[in-house]
């Protein structure tokens, strides 16, 4: 009674061994780094092992048909059928083996996948105060800084962007959005004033972009301040701002734009200001003397970007798909062969 089952055993290992070979020459070197994140699920292999031998217990002897001479039944021998009966089992067992370990999820300790991230929301904020039409930048401050913010918003697809203009006072042009041909548009269609530009409100235009970041439900989100002058339209104050940002974990980056020389004032700039509200937050304070340097501190600050969201969704590469072809591969076999040349009759 437990010969048939010892068979249809030793025939589901040996489709496990091949199975196992084809991995081992396609995975190759790569095998040594294969782990199990949840390896108790190889138990639950044994089961379809032991089935064919439970079975074989359990159920009563079949019937027996007497022969008068054993040499008569020994010339009939067995046929293809008879000795591949046993295989349809042997290719069900060795499905369950299979499903078992790919339940046991192997992942390589070496491969990184990287997950798509949903993007980053960020806030553009535009400084639109008359000093932004000095021509130290060709063609001046203003066009420049839209001709870069052009390019920036046209590299990141995947991202919400909104668009803060400020001066004396800050307002929104653009909420956050995906419809970046529209965002577009509306960079280029930014002229100066258009709102009061006599002064330069950055704690203003600052808050605004933290208000609308308010509505974000992303992971990480961004604040690019691009401006030419101090704060000097009283009101909120840029660096309360900047502690408010890092509380809600939003990262301001500033790029200050133009040649200047140090020091604050109603004509003059403040660069440690604008350090302060970067580093308070997590971001970086970039200066841009000309269009070159606007333009690789733009560079650098995708770049900071593209880095983050890899580093944040790098994951080990799940290999378990590989064991599921052969197992359905094995499960449609067997249902082909118990339905056509190894089908069983009561």
């Known amino acids: 009674m437990i010969r048939g089952p010892v068979s249809t055993a030793l025939q589901a290992l040996a489709l496990l061994a091949v199975v ?23 138990f639950a292999g044994l089961a379809p092992m032991l089935a064919p031998f439970a079975r074989s217990l359990m159920e009563a002897r079949p019937p027996s048909l007497r022969m008068a001479r054993t040499r008569t039944l020994s010339r009939l021998g067995r046929g293809a059928a008879g000795r591949l009966a046993g295989f349809p089992d042997a290719l069900r067992i060795a499905a369950g083996v299979l499903l078992a370990v790919a339940l046991a999820r192997p992942q390589s300790a070496r491969l990184l996948d990287s997950v798509e991230h949903e993007g980053i929301d960020i806030a553009m904020v535009l400084d639109m105060s008359e000093s932004m039409e000095i021509q130290d930048l060709t063609p001046n401050r203003l066009e420049a800084a839209k001709l870069v913010l052009d390019d920036f918003i046209q590299r990141r697809r995947k991202d919400r962007i909104a668009l803060v203009a400020f001066g004396a006072t800050a307002s929104t042009v653009s909420p956050l959005t995906l ?59 840029p660096d309360t701002v900047a502690q408010e940002a890092a509380k809600r974990d939003v990262r301001i980056y500033t790029v200050l734009v133009g040649q200047h020389e140090a020091g604050g004032g109603a004509g003059g700039v403040d660069p440690a200001q604008l350090e302060r509200i970067a580093g308070v937050t997590g971001g970086y304070a970039y200066t841009a003397v000309d269009r070159d340097a606007l333009t690789s501190s733009f560079q650098d600050l995708l770049d900071k970007l593209e880095r983050s969201a890899i580093e944040s969704s790098s994951v080990r590469s799940e290999l378990f798909q590989w064991l599921l072809f052969p197992a359905l591969l094995f499960l449609l076999l067997d249902l082909v062969l118990r339905n056509t040349r190894l089908r069983r009759f009561p």
Do not use: C, F, K
């Open 179 to 237: 419809d970046h041909d529209v965002l577009r548009a509306l960079v280029r269609r930014m002229r100066l004033r258009v709102i009061d530009g006599t002064r330069t409100a950055i704690g203003a235009g600052l808050g605004v972009a933290l208000n609308r970041l308010d509505e974000s439900e992303a992971e990480s989100r961004v604040i690019v301040l691009l401006t030419d002058g101090v704060h000097n339209a009283g009101g909120v104050d």
């Open 20 to 42: 196992a070979g084809l991995g081992a020459v396609i995975v190759g070197e790569q095998l040594r780094y294969v782990e199990l994140r949840q390896p108790l699920w190889l």
